[in-house]
């Protein structure tokens, strides 16, 4: 399947209905920090040129605020995309560009599967050992202890009903991609 | 109508006093709710970054526990659970041959899922507005506040069916009836950097910068929210942002419902001001309070006042 067709079937988004008047890339909060503007993402994509944007940082910058699709005066939802982009990368065995956003969408879900509910510090301080911030913002984690919002881990039993629907889901994925 | 309540994570870790204070303000106003059975994690966007499937089935899961609970509509004060929930089931409900997936994965029917919706979406309401009136008991008509709405309540406007997208007024419209005259300044929608803040935080602070700065130049004192992203980026990272505006900022960032409860005389406890960085008691504390002519009326008009 084509690039541009396989991101259609992910995201349900028509790339050709885009005229270029970036507005998305206007407003994202992240253009500044991209290395594809989300303008330039949509036309990539239009274009075939998949290993551009799998391989770019935009995709996985992008934080779904959805400035940009609510703004398109054509209706395509450039963050459906990106988002689309990013399972896709994934699945053609391409690392995140930006590997600590990488790591850390990673360590979020292995925590759900403990409990189904993510224990927040847990997600944070793992997340920032390992991309080597933990240090940075030792201070704020004190800080947060001492007011209460820091809880301790809670054991992990509960969370076989998200195990259950993460087998099931990467299962039939895996099946239909057969 | 028999309403389910999702706090999501965050309430029930780094954002408690959100939590908190939404449970005693839906007391206070005789709002009842039910915490939703067996809920999971939404999976937020790290689900569905690994998975379009997993992405899709994982808010589903308690969209689908709400629909056997037989609620009418689910309150969800975090707005990206309530974006992801919405999201799914928007997708997933279109699309029979995706449903029957969905559904098989969760092994749960979906038939009529009930909507989600954010607590300012129900309290906004004007059916809420003589209630609300006529239950306030402190005068807040000093705090020089603006409200920022952030990026999901009502953002993408064809998803969230609520409010303006650019220039949101529900939250606002809600501190009016409490005698707040909330600031108007430009970015009110614009994005905090949610997640980013445990991985990428100087983006984090260069976002928030930008809306200190914005709020600052309208006159605010504080900043009122509606979402636990954006209490938790804006209120922990002021230390930063000060160091880069060059003076200090300590500006209190409180949630619609701390302040709704201060201005009902709820006990400072149940609010969670406590669990702020940035302590929001002392700008409260200088404001006049209570307002003379109420407690002195004796009467009230409202059923559920206290006065």
Known sequence: MAFRDEIQTLSGQNVNLCFQCSKCSSGCPLADKMDLKPAQVIHSIRLGRADSVLNSQSIWLC???ETCTSRCPQGVEPASAMSAARVLALQKG?????KVIGIYYRGFVDNMRLNGKIHDASVAGITQLLTGQLIADLPLAMKLLVRGRVKPPPLPLGGGRFRKIYRNALAREKESRA | MRLGYYPGCSLEGISAEYDESIRALFAHLEITMEDLPDWICCGTLAAPSLSRLLGLATPLWNVAQAEKAGYEKVIAPCSACLYHFKHATNVVMENPPLRAEVEAVLELPLNSPPPTIHPLELLSDDGFEALIR?????DLSDLKAVCYYGCHISRPAKLMQFDDPE???????LLN??????????RKVDCCGAHFSMIKPDYVVDMCQHLFESALEAGAEAIIVGCPMCHANLDTRQEAIAAKLGHALNMPVLYFSQVLGYAFGLPDKELGFKRHIVDPLPL????????PTLVTSGTSHFPHSTL
């Not at chain 1, 391409?94 to 930006?98: A, D, G, L, R, T």
């Not at chain 2, 006529?134 to 402190?138: A, D, I, L």
């Not at chain 2, 409260?284 to 307002?291: F, G, I, M, Q, R």
């Open chain 1, 63 to 65: 934080v779904d605020c």
């Open chain 1, 94 to 98: 391409i690392k995140p560009s930006v």
């Open chain 2, 134 to 138: 006529g239950s306030v008991k402190r």
């Open chain 2, 167 to 173: 220039n949101p007024q529900s939250m606002d419209r």
């Open chain 2, 177 to 186: 009836w409490v005698g707040i005259q909330t600031l108007d300044w430009p």
């Open chain 2, 284 to 291: 409260l504390k200088c404001l006049k309070s209570p307002l």
